[in-house]
């Protein structure tokens, strides 16, 4: 019994087995290795990797492997979900959104550049790369894009500025995040 289990869980992606739905105007593009889905909101091209094989007909993505070798089973998965994640991208778009915590913290857009105010002796700007936008509204920072893996590297590079303190919470943190917080030292009591 355990053979035909492992033999069956070894054959199967639960992921790279999923059917990909493409929602209405967006098109998709094969070239040698390269995908290039066009939607709404943009293009985004996905570079494909492995020995893998895309079928493309009517509103539907299917990626299978053409062999069963170590290399074709781990990147199966991966290579659908990339395109998962493309067509999300370009129909629907990807945010993070931010809180910033403090007295006197604070962001401000100027143009293609945020301007951090973190408790330094100095404003922190920082430049938003090309298919990056954000909305910054004094103490809340939304970062948007179809670049799911860009929009995810701004948002950490931004938190990174200044990480939430456990003592009091103060700092750049996802909207959703919690953070645990420590007890602060407490004075004895002479006896």
């Known amino acids: 019994m355990e053979e035909s289990c ?11 087995n999923n059917v990909i739905t493409l929602p209405e105007g967006v098109k998709v593009e094969k070239t040698d290795s390269i995908l290039v889905v066009n939607g709404p909101k943009g293009k985004m091209p996905v570079k494909l990797f492995g020995d893998l094989d895309l079928k493309i007909q009517e509103g539907l993505i299917n990626v299978s492997r053409k062999n069963d070798d170590s290399e074709s089973k781990s990147i199966h998965g991966t290579m659908r979900q990339l395109i998962n994640n493309a067509v999300e991208g ?6 993070k959104h931010l809180e910033i915590l ?3 913290y604070n962001v401000k857009s100027q143009g293609n550049r945020l301007v951090f105010q973190l408790g330094f002796s100095h404003d922190i700007m920082l430049e938003l790369p090309d298919g990056i936008e954000a909305d910054a509204k004094k103490n809340e920072l939304e970062i948007k894009g179809i670049d799911k893996q860009l929009v995810g590297q701004v948002a950490a590079k931004i938190r990174s500025l200044r990480k939430p303190e456990p003592y009091k919470g103060k700092g750049i943190r996802y909207k959703d995040e919690h953070i645990r917080k420590k007890a602060g030292k407490t004075v004895g009591g002479a006896a």
């Open 90 to 95: 370009v129909s629907n778009g990807f945010s």
């Open 102 to 104: 403090g007295v006197g």
């Open 6 to 16: 492992s033999a069956t869980f070894g054959k199967m992606s639960r992921v790279g």
